[in-house]
């Protein structure tokens, strides 16, 4: 009960939020909030890859392209049909409209959850920088032929995608990505993620299926990027491939190795650090690009952990959380 | 037949740039275990050493013989120095630690040197002088090859095969191979291997200067983020030959500057950056350690 009283409560502080905040920050804060958000997202979910599960992969911008091009696609395509259609029956457009987003959102998540299983699938060969150099390739290839598909706008870009991120549903789905993740590493199941990371010979000969564990992670670590993706391509209303670059890809890993190889608030802290640090130098103007890569080489020398290494930032209200890890109730509750 | 001709000597040329690049790639990764993403930029300092090292020996007018190679020894020399000041600053404390974080370390440096570029030489594309002067001749019926192209081909042969005389015939070579082959068994051998890897890095550095300056004559535009692409893609040659294999890099260097090219000519010059890529896969699940690689016994 007193679990799903705290969600009730962050529900109604979020929407609450996601009302005020823009009548009381500028919009460029706003913004950049969000975005903080979509990086969470982003970061957490190839710490699943990278970190507990050891599997090296930079290619996560082209799973946040495939997600964020599918669902754009269908909210611009399909979402005016849909609409058409509930209007008819008398629906409220609003709420056909949100859940037509939501359920594209998901629907460009599944879609990179199916590219994450085909790449997932050399990660049973290769291993290593051979790995993360195909998975590089990966993402430049989904980036290219996304390029030259004109019904998406190809070289031009897709613009006009209806927007419909908020606050709310940035923070619901990140929420959703940290609570998976943490679910999936902490649980006893879980456990044979780390120890592919560990030792992979080791883990083939305790019986575990490491094929299905490391192709699983990939498909989980693409499902929440194509989400990120989505959330991105209905906040902006347009989409281009130069924003799904490998150099977007290094960003996210970045987040991941600064916050900690393995640890879930890591990723969190790293990825609204480095989301605000960018902008918080702009100030200095052309400088600001050189400070950012200074301070990386410093952290890495000073800290080459990572800032949190492998440990998690615990408070005592997280624990209080109705999705504690070996308790059976929390298998069912995670649509919050 | 005859365009077919054309665009393999087109993309020997290229592929010889490639190759150039993917040496230092290749060195480096092969001692230090590291992916140096830095290196696409220096290949980008080295063509804008060579464009200030021009205006030295009195370019844009004429200029002689011995200052295109004055430019080019400029060039090598200062990126030879660049390269070193990168391992002792960012890679050399890093020694110790997990390898990702040297790998962003890396991509660390790689932004540095770009936005310091930026700051440095401006934003804007500036125009190399032409040093030398460009002709044509007919090779076969109809085969042109440029003398740009030429230089091209010719100093990157050169080089490579001063590259093989120094791995294969002298010490430091010697004591190259001995490092890459097990770090703390050479150091044992009174091999001071800090001195081997800065070495490495500084040759490996001259030569993607060099490469910066071959492309700058035959493509005269030049700017700060003009490494980004080649850099990435040389990785791709050196691992498609067999990361850490010197005749793989060339091998890989050379295949992808085809590839690159034939695609150009004969599909669509939109899936050139995909090309590369989608033969690197492909290679890779055929035979996981690149072409020349040799294959590494599981640890059980």
């Not at chain 1, 999936?184 to 879980?190: A, L, W």
């Not at chain 2, 004559?217 to 030959?241: E, H």
Request: aromatic content about 10%; proline content about 4%; glycine content about 12%.
């Amino acid at each position: 009960m007193r679990g799903l009283l705290l969600v009730l409560v962050v529900t109604i502080v979020l929407v609450l939020l996601n009302f005020l905040l823009p009548a009381l920050i500028n919009p460029y804060l706003f913004q950049i909030l969000i975005l903080c958000g979509i990086n969470v997202i982003l970061a957490v979910s190839l710490n699943l890859v990278n970190g507990f599960t050891g599997q090296f992969s930079i290619g996560h911008a082209g799973f946040m392209a495939i997600g964020g091009y599918t669902s754009a696609a269908l909210t611009y395509y399909l979402g005016p049909h849909v609409l058409g259609k509930a209007a008819s029956i008398g629906l409220s457009p609003a709420i056909v409209g949100t859940s037509f987003f939501v359920l594209s959102v998901v629907v460009g998540g599944l879609a990179s959850a199916v590219a994450g299983f085909l790449v997932g699938l050399p990660s049973l060969r290769l291993r290593g920088d051979y790995l993360a150099i195909v998975t590089l390739g990966f993402g430049e290839i989904i980036r290219v032929i996304i390029l030259n598909v004109n019904a998406v706008g190809g070289a031009r870009g897709f613009a006009d995608i209806p927007r419909y991120t908020n606050l709310f549903w940035v923070s619901f789905f990140a929420f959703v990505t940290i609570l998976v993740v943490r679910n999936i590493t902490t649980s006893t199941h879980g456990r044979a993620f780390i120890s592919v990371r560990e030792d992979e010979i080791a883990a083939e000969a305790l019986g575990i299926n490491t094929t299905h564990y490391k192709v699983l992670a990939f498909a989980i670590g693409a499902f929440f990027a194509g989400v990120a993706g989505g959330l991105f391509g209905h906040y902006l209303m347009y989409l281009h491939t130069n924003s799904f670059t490998f150099m977007k890809s290094f960003e996210v890993v970045i987040m991941v190795v600064l916050g900690g190889m393995g640890s879930i608030t890591g990723s969190v802290i790293a990825a609204g650090f480095l989301t605000i640090l960018p902008e918080a130098l702009r100030p200095v103007k052309e400088f600001r690009m050189v400070i950012y890569a200074s301070l990386l080489i410093f952290l890495m020398i000073a800290r080459p952990q990572g800032l949190l290494g492998m440990r998690e930032l615990s408070l005592q209200t997280f624990r209080s959380l109705p999705f504690r890890p070996g308790k059976k109730r929390t298998e069912g509750a995670q649509s919050g | 037949m005859q365009e077919f001709l054309q665009q393999l000597v087109n993309g020997i040329t290229w592929g010889s740039i490639y190759a150039l690049i993917a040496l230092g790639y290749t060195m480096v990764y092969g001692i230090l275990r590291l992916i140096n993403f830095a290196h696409g930029d220096v290949y980008m300092v080295g063509a804008f050493a060579a464009y200030f090292a021009a205006r030295l020996v009195g370019a844009p007018g004429p200029v002689s013989l011995i200052g295109a190679v004055l430019v080019l020894l400029i060039a090598m020399g200062s990126c030879a120095l660049l390269g070193v000041a990168i391992e002792r600053g960012a890679y050399k404390p890093l020694r110790k630690s997990p390898r990702l974080t040297a790998l962003i370390t890396a991509i660390g440096v790689s932004l540095l040197l770009e936005n310091l570029g930026i700051i440095v030489f401006g934003p804007d594309p500036k125009f190399f002088p032409q040093i030398v002067t460009s002709r044509q001749m007919e090779l076969v019926s109809g085969v042109v090859v440029g003398r740009h192209q030429i230089i091209v081909l010719a100093v990157s042969v050169l080089l490579m095969l001063l590259l093989q005389l120094i791995v294969l015939k002298t010490k430091i070579g010697k004591a190259m191979r001995a490092v890459s082959f097990n770090k703390q068994a050479a150091s044992l051998m009174g091999i001071s291997t800090d001195n081997v890897i800065t070495f490495t890095f500084a040759i490996g550095s001259a030569l993607a200067a060099a490469a910066g300056v071959l492309v700058a004559l035959s493509n005269p535009k030049i700017d700060p983020l003009m490494g980004i692409m080649p850099g990435i893609k040389a990785f791709v040659a050196a691992v498609l030959g067999g990361i850490g294999n010197i005749p793989g890099a060339m091998l890989g260097g050379l295949i992808m500057g085809i590839a690159e090219v034939m695609v150009v000519g004969y599909v669509s010059s939109t899936y050139r950056d995909a090309i590369a890529f989608a033969l690197l896969i492909v290679i890779l699940l055929v035979k996981p350690t690149g072409l020349l690689g040799t294959g590494m016994a599981e640890k059980v």
